[in-house]
């Protein structure tokens, strides 16, 4: 792989100039540059290099929050609670509904869209800001209802809501720089104070302060980055870093007409190796709408049913190294 | 009253798996051989002609009816992948693991029974993999394979013989439902002909998973160091499986047998449905999604609970729309004092011995998701009237499992042929209320009656007793007293486990200093030891 010549648009997307696409690879790099200096087992593979032939890790985990779960147990109460505020959409994916007359969902927007990405489009090209906001979230968004001044409002009235369709992350756990961070941060290793070291993942998010412990996706991914920091190794993160939409796992999916409910899942925005954003419809000719299938036996009436089965993904690297291995006490 | 044979009591002699290994010894390589137990006297080497009419499946298909027979694991995937074109979806594979102790990292001296096994999936589609098998070693092993059908519908279930290529088909699902040949064989475990996952939900304890994986320097133990199989499992581990493969598969074959059942192509009897309501022939496992490690040291205040431990909620909210329980959660450290009082290790009854849970806590028996479903789908096939469902689950509604009572209500369960309507429904509640213990408060005949006489507007009644009995076990759960009892009611039911095969480590469940002893719960929240 060598030395990475810059960090790609989440999705490679392509729709930003060359200047900016440069432009955000600097802004990546920035968060790197933050890190790097206070955990040298995570490094920055655009300054440092990255052996070729290495296998990338995959850590994924599903998007309905686990912290629901845990809170409310499975079935229709976790998914109310999950249908009904972004705000606990925390595991790297929110999704918004949308329904037709009867009531009955017809279409489902999934996005791993990181908010510093819009940020970023809104400060260098804002007519591509309101063209985006136009074609994928409603085409009566006026610039006004983005913009507090010249400053991009990333919580505006057009991406707060579990209703229509959405744009962007907005919940506060859910973005580019509380990954990255995470990773950096995953690389310390933790003993408690009696000696032992910490290897429970639940405890080395505690321990370590690095956020809540009942999610599907952070203690993961610590656990896998603090394991192969306690081998010596450095860690960084795939490109195009970000957050994608790994996979619909569609079985168990009844449809009317027998289709296979995998057709339904259009790929909007990225590549189809580096989804962004998938909405779940059923095509008009179909007759039917998403409100008909069944999901494990039930009808789908939240959008919730369906994050249970979309699967999340980061990519990270681990570069064999030989690092002295030191632990610290957990943070208070 | 229905003198029909109890519940879950194989016709004899019962013929366990071991049998079917143990008979099999010496079979012809290179063939494949039949021996349903129950069915079969003895193996069977199938001709060409039989196998083709007899298999209906695309392993049998693809593999053994074109003269391939392998001997392990990596070989059966390799001989499908020969078998089908690219673009064919049994060209999709994926692999996951298994083993009691999965979580448990090397401890020098020690050997640790870790009871490791890979699940491999071939195919994809809306009801989940065509073919799926598990062994101990992708290279090495005997190999247990179930594929669908396609003629017939249901699982055909295979498996290896020692380490010869001989294989044996040891009967398809719907052998599991009826006599001679149910309980017995594969049948001993898979109780109705489903795919068996036991801990099929979040947080999956004892797979690797999204929640807990299995932990990489055990690999080395296992000779799997950077095996492509270990180096290649599935995104998402457990996740992946229960809802890719183990929900869709179950639901299936549940659809396929009610289907047949409804148009009068089946042999089993609604009644057989009923002995999945009123009784627990199989399990799947639950268990709180907060670490024993994270609880037991106080890193969190409270730890959570499975709710199907105290209630049927997949049954009594999920499918009959009662109110749901709240989600239980006792005080870490209250958790931490139970684990101290009674002892709690865990141990593989060998080398292994540590103190403390499992890797998540408190693992006990729960519904399987099998009955459930099959419960959902008899109701909306009108099998089964909800209020009828209602009825018969509300009583003894504590005890979600291994009820006593509610198995001795099968005693009034018909075994006539299905009919469409509410006759069926309508003949069980009849012949209940009509029993002579039907008059007798504390049977469970007179509890249905009292229940029946609610009426068709069931739900405010039972959401009434359902919601005194949450208040009543949750004010315990905030008492080390009362969850002392939780902890010994939990120990008696993970001992009914014990005794069935599905129970292949002792690392399933941690040990404890409680004596074995049937303990039931009640509607106030205490439990009652016999």
């Known amino acids: 792989m060598a030395i990475l010549d810059r960090f790609d648009t989440p999705g490679r997307l392509e729709e930003l100039s060359e200047d900016d696409r440069r432009a955000w690879s600097r802004r990546v790099a920035g968060m790197f540059e933050g890190l790097t200096p206070d955990f040298p087992q995570f490094y920055d593979p655009t300054v440092e290099d990255t052996p070729a032939g290495l296998t990338p890790a995959t850590i994924a985990w599903p998007a309905f929050p686990a912290r629901v779960i845990r809170e409310k147990g499975q079935g229709a109460a976790s998914w109310e609670l999950a249908d009904g505020s972004r705000d606990v959409q925390d595991e790297y994916c929110e999704w918004s509904v949308e329904r037709g007359e009867e009531g009955k969902i017809t279409r489902i927007t999934f996005t791993t869209e990181v908010p510093e990405y819009w940020e970023h489009v809104a400060k260098n090209d804002p007519d591509l800001l309101l063209e985006l906001y136009h074609r994928f979230v409603d085409p009566r968004v006026e610039p006004d209802d983005l913009f507090d001044g010249e400053e991009y409002v990333p919580r505006n009235r057009w991406n707060t809501s579990t209703e229509g369709r959405l744009a962007h992350f907005v919940q506060g756990s859910n973005s580019l720089f509380a990954a990255i961070t995470l990773v950096a941060q995953a690389t310390i290793l933790r003993e408690r104070d009696n000696g032992t070291p910490v290897t429970d993942r639940q405890e080395l998010v505690v321990c370590g302060g690095l956020g809540e412990p009942f999610r599907n996706s952070d203690p993961q991914i610590a656990e896998i980055v603090n394991d192969n920091a306690g081998l010596g190794h450095e860690v960084t993160l795939l490109d195009p870093v970000g957050l994608y939409l790994d996979s619909l796992l569609s079985a168990g999916m009844e449809t009317r007409d027998d289709a296979d409910a995998a057709e339904f899942w259009r790929i909007e925005r990225g590549t189809p190796d580096h989804a962004v954003r998938a909405s779940f419809a059923v095509p008009e000719e179909r007759g039917y709408v998403v409100g008909d299938i069944k999901v494990d036996g039930l009808p789908i009436t939240r959008g919730a049913q369906v994050a249970d089965k979309v699967r999340i993904r980061i990519g990270a690297v681990v570069k064999p190294g030989d690092h002295q291995l030191v632990r610290r006490r957990c943070v208070e | ?530």
């Open chain 2, 1 to 530: 009253m229905n003198s029909a044979v109890t519940p879950s009591t194989a016709v004899p002699p019962h013929r366990p798996c071991v049998d079917l290994e143990r008979q099999s010894e010496g079979l012809d390589d290179a063939a494949v051989h039949r021996f349903i137990l129950g069915s079969d006297e003895r193996p069977h080497k199938l001709s060409q002609q039989e196998a083709t009419q007899q298999l209906g499946d695309r392993f049998a298909q693809l593999v053994l009816l074109r003269g391939v027979f392998p001997s392990n694991a990596g070989e059966v995937l390799a001989a499908i992948e020969q078998a089908v074109s690219p673009d064919d979806p049994l060209r999709v594979r994926e692999f996951f693991l298994v083993g009691e102790g999965t979580q448990i990292a090397p401890i020098p001296g020690v050997s640790v029974k870790r009871n490791l096994r890979f699940l491999a999936t071939v195919g994809r589609g809306p009801g989940g993999p065509d073919i799926v098998f598990s062994a101990f070693h992708p290279e090495h092993g005997t190999v247990e394979l179930i594929a669908w059908d396609l003629a017939v519908g249901g699982f055909n279930f295979y498996r290896t013989v020692g380490a010869s290529n001989a294989w044996v088909f040891a009967g398809n699902s719907r052998h599991a439902l009826t006599s001679p040949t149910r309980d017995n064989g594969p049948f001993e475990s898979h109780k109705n002909g489903h795919f068996l996952m036991k801990e099929l939900r979040l947080p999956w304890v004892n797979w690797d998973s999204t929640t807990a994986r299995a932990v990489p320097s055990i690999f080395a133990e296992e000779d799997l160091l950077g095996h492509p199989w270990v180096a290649n499992l599935a995104p998402g581990g457990a996740y992946t499986l229960e809802k890719d493969v183990a929900v869709p598969a179950i639901r299936r074959w549940t659809e396929t047998r009610l289907e047949a059942l409804v148009s009068g192509n089946s042999e089993e009897t609604p009644r057989r449905l009923l002995e999945q309501v009123l009784t627990t022939s199989t399990v799947n496992l639950a268990s709180s999604n907060t670490s024993s490690v994270v609880a037991a040291i106080g890193k969190v205040e409270k730890v959570d609970l499975p709710e199907s431990f105290f209630v049927d909620s997949a049954a009594l909210s999920g499918i009959l729309g009662l109110v749901p329980p709240p989600r239980p959660f006792v005080p870490s450290s209250v958790y931490a004092e139970s684990l101290r009082t009674f002892e709690v290790r865990l141990t593989d009854e060998d080398q292994f011995r540590r103190p403390g849970d499992t890797h998540f806590a408190f693992v006990v028996p729960e519904r399987a998701f099998e009955d459930a479903d099959t419960l959902r789908e008899a109701i909306e096939r009108g099998i089964l009237s909800r209020r009828l469902a209602a009825c018969l689950l509300m009583v003894d509604f504590p005890n979600p499992i291994f009820s006593q009572k509610r198995q001795r209500l099968l005693e009034h369960v018909p075994d006539d042929a299905f009919r469409q309507g509410e006759a069926f429904s309508q003949s069980i509640s009849d012949a209940i209320r009509a029993s002579a213990a039907a008059t007798q408060p504390g049977t469970p005949e007179h509890e249905f009656t009292q229940l029946w006489d609610a009426g068709e507007d069931f739900k405010a009644p039972f959401d009434a007793l359902l919601q005194g009995y949450y208040t009543a076990f949750t004010e315990r759960l905030a008492t080390q007293e009362g969850f002392d009892d939780y902890m010994r009611l939990a120990e008696s039911r993970r001992d009914r486990v014990r005794e069935m095969p599905i129970t292949e480590s002792p690392m399933l469940f941690a040990r404890t200093n409680i004596p074995s002893r049937e303990r039931t719960m009640l509607a106030d929240g205490t439990v009652e030891e016999a």
